[in-house]
């Protein structure tokens, strides 16, 4: 158990649907992260909070939607995604930077997404 | 920017040793991470080396060299179990407290 979780596990979902991804993490951390794995690409980040403010949008497109409300959760919000945003995103989190451990993530499972 | 180079496949037998190389490019460079990452799980974290050397952790060790922007994940006495991919990262001074990944070496233990 790596203190960090993420559901669904697994999401299948028309173009046209909206979703949401979840991540909570129990490591009382003050900085999350989403990242997009796709296969043979390296792990891509996407955003960045640190204290529940955005500080990295790692030029994603506007159908991706975050959302932070506490430190401990985290929110990925999905709306008209095209098929190749099938991948597994994952989230992890970590001390903010100023902190000790600033520089280890501890990762959720992941979210498999495949996009029809 | 950063960028990290690292190779795409290794394979190893059982009870052997074997080196995983990363080379980097970072405008500014706090830390080197290894990280693993079995098929279907979430990468875990292995070691952070922020100082030249070798630091040894069980049957992994992680070495940095800051002037040849390079270093390696060696693992001794392989298992079955170590067949999985394994990402170097760079902490680095860039926006925020992000990591840059490699693209990941896929290490395949034989018996």
């Known amino acids: 158990e790596t203190g960090v979780t993420q559901t669904p596990r697994h999401l299948v979902m028309g173009m046209t649907n909206k979703k949401s991804l979840k991540c909570e993490q129990h490591?009382?951390?003050?900085?999350m992260y989403w990242y997009k794995q796709s296969a043979k690409k390296p792990l891509e980040l996407m955003f960045v909070?640190?204290?529940?403010?955005?500080?990295e949008n790692n030029s994603v497109p506007s159908r991706f939607s975050p959302e932070c409300p506490n430190s401990s959760h985290l929110f990925l919000h999905l709306h008209t995604l095209q098929p190749e945003d099938s991948a597994l995103y994952l989230c992890?989190?970590?001390?903010?930077?100023?902190?000790?451990?600033?520089?280890?993530?501890?990762f959720g499972p992941g979210t498999r997404l495949t996009v029809l | 920017g950063q960028s990290l180079e690292q190779p795409s496949e290794v394979t190893a037998v059982e009870g052997a040793i074997v080196q995983i190389n990363c080379t980097y490019q970072t405008s500014g460079f706090y830390g080197l991470s290894w990280y693993q990452q079995h098929d279907g799980g979430a990468p875990t974290f292995l070691s952070y080396n922020a100082l030249d050397g070798l630091e040894e952790t069980g049957r992994f060790s992680s070495f940095l060299s800051r002037s040849d922007s390079y270093g390696y994940l060696l693992l001794q006495e392989l298992q079955m179990k170590d067949s999985a991919s394994y990402f170097c990262a760079v902490f680095g001074n860039n926006a925020g407290n992000m990591l840059t990944f490699g693209g990941g070496t896929r290490l395949m233990v034989k018996p």
């Open positions: 992890a989190s970590s001390h903010a930077r100023g902190q000790g451990g600033a520089d280890t993530q501890y």
């Open positions: 909070y640190n204290f529940k403010e955005q500080t």
């Open positions: 490591l009382g951390h003050n900085a």
